[in-house]
């Protein structure tokens, strides 16, 4: 039997994808990958949106890899500058050569009698491409780049201006001197609402239900001290240390005493807008973290608010008419342009149909293992980043921990590494967040299942999965590393296995 095309077949080149690419470069330099993306150039999320002031929600200590330093002055990043930081990373570092473009990945096959996958990938002449591959990792984000999520807004059909989703925005779009209405809370509309303010002639932000908001600086002092006071590397590390261990305080706070974290972003909200601040636009019925809690850098939303440019309206659509927007309450907002910022639609795993055998994979009917594994599926990764911090930490966890399985495979001369776990000692299931996010409860029929304890287990807790990857080895117990023979007839990995082992801790 010949050898895979590579040995590890990459989905996705976002941040996930090329944090795998990055890490194999520096873990497995004797093995080969391969990236394949359905868009045109890398960036994922930070090339497909385009909308005016796009920027990350996260600092960049975090959301920037652990082994590359982010050297922009704002901590706080718009889209432009985060493709630079990628760009540069994928030249630096000989990534950009395992790149292929334009490969829209249809599904992934895992045969047990060759030990490998066959992925097939659609090219936009419509013709096929199939690659085999030791190992497939989904590095492909979580949200539908086709459809977002259809708010189904009443008689939207009716209005006569334009209607645009932050997804698919227009690069012609002329909104200077318009009147705009954003509808939706989220970090988006929050985004969009200051930066479209500054060319329109008005922007309203309509919401349901206010969001916690939380004002930051957009340039990290400390990481200004530091870079002066310490080598560019060293420099990187304290300041990403500060930022993690601050959100995790923050995260926690909103655990323990959320009344405390809710009276700070009240005071910084009041402090902010003086006489506009109303409780009924920013006091959300619920707690803090119970859905995201959106950045305002440098206060530039309530700014916006002050100069009279931005307004918040909290209320129902009751439908559209040709010039705007008519509430339940009788109100009418006049629009131009309406944006429909209204969440985005969960996709697991890029919508690849994924197979074992022919047999197509339900990953409901799996547990995360390790947080980026499944139970009972062979040499599989996947990304699914945290909801309360930087999602490239995840990333980055997630890969170096591929790499260490990787290595360890060709130390025990093993083609096949495997989680197996019998339905007899399948763990008690937990809900997989605790958040009240609308794009999350929508989509929770589609997750794999999630035990309460380590190893069956997907947490959104960044310190204690870094510790739990530092101190369990990948062969903890529960992992298994075989050999197949190409030659050999399909096999059962998950035969003949100690479930008591696979069971403990």
Not at 160 to 181: A, R, T
Not at 269 to 274: D, E, V
Not at 396 to 421: I, Q, S
């Amino acid at each position: 039997m010949t050898q895979p095309d590579t040995d590890v077949l990459i989905i996705g080149a976002g941040l996930s994808g090329i944090s795998m690419a990055g890490h194999m470069k520096m873990m497995c330099p004797d093995r080969s990958f391969t990236i394949l993306d359905r868009r045109d150039q890398l960036g994922g999320t930070w090339d497909l949106f385009r909308y005016p002031g796009v920027r990350s929600d996260s600092d960049m200590h975090t959301l920037g890899f652990i082994f590359e330093p982010w050297k922009h002055d704002d901590a706080i990043a718009d889209g432009p500058a985060i493709l630079e930081y990628l760009n540069r990373v994928v030249d630096e570092r000989g990534i950009r050569e395992h790149m292929r473009f334009s490969r829209t990945v249809q599904s992934a096959d895992w045969d047990s009698a060759t030990a490998r996958w066959t992925i097939t990938s659609r090219l936009p002449d419509g013709a096929t491409e199939t690659l085999t591959a030791r190992w497939l990792y989904l590095g492909s984000g979580y949200y539908d780049y086709d459809n977002p999520h259809d708010a189904n807004l009443p008689d939207l059909d009716k209005f006569g201006g334009q209607v645009i989703h932050p997804q698919f925005w227009p690069e012609d779009l002329d909104y200077e001197g318009k009147k705009v209405v954003v509808i939706g809370s989220g970090a988006t509309a929050i985004t969009l609402v200051p930066s479209m303010a500054e060319k329109a002639e008005s922007v309203t932000m309509l919401q349901r239900t206010p969001t916690w908001m939380g004002k930051g600086p957009r340039q990290d002092i400390w990481d200004h001290r530091f870079r002066r006071w310490f080598p560019e590397k060293v420099a990187y590390w304290l300041t990403r240390r500060k930022n993690i261990l601050f959100r995790a305080y923050i995260f926690g706070l909103s655990r323990r005493a959320p009344e405390k974290l809710a009276d700070k972003l009240r005071g910084m909200a009041r402090g902010s807008l003086g006489e506009l601040y109303d409780p009924k636009h920013f006091e959300p019925p619920y707690n803090p973290w119970e859905q995201r809690l959106c950045l305002v850098p440098d206060g530039d939303f309530y700014k916006a608010m002050r100069a009279g440019k931005a307004h918040i309206v909290t209320d129902h659509i009751e439908g559209f008419d040709a010039d705007g927007v008519k509430l339940t309450s009788g109100e009418h907002l006049p629009a131009d342009i309406v944006v429909t910022a209204t969440g985005l639609k969960l996709a697991l795993a890029g919508k690849v149909d994924v197979s074992m055998d022919g047999e197509p994979v339900d990953f409901t009917d799996h547990y995360f293992y390790r947080g980026t594994m499944f139970s009972n599926l062979p040499n599989l990764s996947f990304v699914f980043g945290y909801l309360n911090a930087s999602w490239t930490l995840r990333a980055d966890t997630n890969a170096r921990y591929a790499c260490e399985v990787l290595n360890d495979m060709k130390a025990a001369g093993a083609n096949v590494a495997v989680a197996p776990l019998a339905p007899e000692d399948e763990p008690e299931t937990v809900e997989p967040w605790d958040y009240s996010s609308g794009y999350l409860q929508r989509a929770r029929h589609l997750m794999p299942k999630v035990g309460k304890e380590r190893p069956w287990t997907l947490m959104h807790d960044y310190l204690a999965d870094i510790k739990d990857f530092r101190q369990r080895p990948v062969r903890d117990g529960v992992l298994r590393l075989l050999h197949v023979d190409d030659s050999a007839a399909p096999a059962k990995v998950h035969d003949n296995t100690d479930h008591t082992a696979i069971a403990a801790e």
